[in-house]
């Protein structure tokens, strides 16, 4: 691993789940810190475990273009420059198209405005320092940015778009030295299918998995870690992940009918 002594890493949403073990595994390696979040007492509670003068969070909203533009500002302020992007706040949906009505589209709509368009916000105003410091931007994307999941059809929408765009810049920015990658976590134990969106747009509140069954948040953050040290271009967790990545390039319609089965019974949506 090198050294991350005097680096600073900006990282969206690290005040839960997958970011903030992001966030204290950076601040354990040396680096500063900057993240966001909405709760506040989430930030509190971030705060209170990290060494002073090397984190600051931010309470804002990464789909509003102004939050991620004062985001920016502040770890150049605060640090000045920024070495590491990681786009990773995101939220999740569970609603199928054919129930619900139009109340879908306002849901579809806020998961882009938050997974897509909240990295496009950040990316775009961190870029001239990420130029500077030869840096990487990191995507924060999802199985469901390989293959489209059923009840999480904007969730998967904002998911491609990421994975598309970035694939975009990455062979815009070859030249400046920048480096453009994405990660993919399968299945991580969060709080991402808790406030997941119900088709009327409000939190579900529960879990349809076992999320103890699942890889743990701190795992997922160290791989992510390790990847973005050795300057990976993609990374694929987990080996149902990597199974349904391949299946889908490869037997897109065996796909359709596994990915049916594992989240229908009786034809209902039970995952
Ligand atoms: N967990 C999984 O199974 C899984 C699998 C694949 C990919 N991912 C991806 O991993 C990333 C992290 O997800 P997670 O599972 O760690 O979710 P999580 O536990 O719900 O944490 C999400 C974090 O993002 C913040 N956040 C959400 N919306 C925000 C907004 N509009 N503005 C600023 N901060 C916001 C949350 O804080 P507040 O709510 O307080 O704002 C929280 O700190 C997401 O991009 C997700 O799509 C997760």
Not at 226 to 246: L, N, P, S, W, Y
Request: glycine share 12%; net charge positive.
């Amino acid at each position: 691993m090198n050294s991350l002594q005097g680096k600073t890493v900006l990282i969206t949403g690290g005040t839960d789940g997958i970011g903030r073990s992001l966030v204290l595994q950076y601040l354990k390696l040396g680096a500063n810190v900057v993240t966001c979040g909405r709760a506040q007492h989430k930030i509190h509670a971030l705060e209170a475990e990290a060494p002073i003068g090397k984190l600051c969070v931010l309470n804002l909203d990464v789909a509003v273009e102004r939050d991620c533009e004062r985001l920016v500002n502040h770890a150049v302020q605060q640090f000045g420059g920024i070495d590491v992007l990681i786009n990773n706040a995101g939220i999740s949906m569970r609603g199928l198209m054919n129930e619900g009505g139009k109340e879908i589209i306002g849901v579809i709509k806020r998961v882009m405005d938050v997974n897509f368009y909240g990295s496009v916000y950040c990316t775009t105003y961190a870029l001239p320092h990420l130029i500077k410091s030869k840096g990487v931007i990191v995507g924060v994307s999802s199985i469901a940015g390989y293959r489209g999941l059923p009840g999480r059809s904007g969730y998967s929408a904002s998911k491609f778009a990421l994975q598309g765009w970035l694939e975009a810049i990455k062979t815009e920015l070859v030249e400046k030295g920048v480096h453009v990658m994405w990660v993919s976590p399968g299945f991580t134990a969060s709080n991402i299918r808790n406030v997941a969106l119900n088709h009327k747009g409000v939190a579900h509140g529960e879990s349809p998995l076992d999320e103890k069954s699942l890889m743990d948040a701190d795992t997922c953050a160290g791989i992510i870690i390790e990847a973005v040290d050795d300057r990976k271009r993609t990374v694929v967790m987990t080996f149902q992940g990597k199974q349904t990545v391949f299946l889908n390039k490869f037997f897109p319609k065996l796909a359709d009918k596994l990915v049916r089965k594992f989240f229908f019974r009786d034809g209902e949506l039970v995952k």
